[in-house]
């Protein structure tokens, strides 16, 4: 039985779901078009900053969101397809937290890879290809990525530019061509 300080108390709380619900419904399309973002590999700006700190405001919101609606969530969760639901997202968030890769930890991705060849002169970068450097340069420039030379680095050719970076490096690391096989 509930008394009327109870039901004041009640009524009180659940006026958070005007706001609690429209910050849910921002903060996880603002999650959601970062996340893409992120995905498709889309670096410059704010785009990971934001993603990774302002996702915070989707999971206060849900978790109000959850507690605003508590008697509801539980209910789906007392059928079938929740506890499912529920169970396979535990499990896939379980597994994300192995590690993998170098055994400390963390793994070595492509775009660290990338971001270190990107700091190496291209006589280094020649050198680990086994081809002359002209060789190499001559590539670049086929590629359209003119004013290389010995000791500058792709870091210096792109200017951040990522998909140049990207065209950069398969240029570096193409088949060798027909005039380098006569070498």
């Known amino acids: 039985m509930s008394t009327p300080e109870t039901a004041s108390a009640v009524k009180k709380f659940s006026s958070i779901r005007k706001w609690v619900t429209p910050l849910t419904m921002g903060a996880f399309l603002l999650t ?4 893409l973002g992120l995905f498709f590999e889309v670096r410059w700006g704010l785009v990971k900053p934001i993603h990774e ?8 919101g849900a978790l109000l969101h959850v507690w605003d609606h508590r008697k509801s969530v ?11 639901f ?3 997202g535990a499990a ?18 492509s775009r660290d890879l990338g971001e270190t060849l990107e700091r190496i002169p291209l006589a280094q970068l020649a050198a680990a290809r086994n081809l002359p450097v002209d060789s190499l340069v001559a590539r670049l420039n086929a590629a359209g990525i003119p004013n290389a030379t010995a000791t500058t680095t792709l870091a210096q050719l792109t200017a951040g530019d990522h998909r140049l970076k990207q065209h950069a490096l398969a240029a570096v690391f193409a088949g060798p061509q027909k005039e380098e096989e006569d070498d």
């Open 32 to 35: 959601a078009g970062t996340g």
């Open 86 to 88: 529920v169970a396979a």
């Open 74 to 84: 539980l209910k789906h969760l007392s059928g079938t397809w929740g506890k499912a």
């Open 92 to 109: 896939i968030l379980i597994a994300s937290l192995i590690p993998f890769g170098n055994g400390k930890g963390g793994q070595l991705s």
């Open 53 to 60: 700190w302002l996702s915070l405001t989707l999971v206060a």
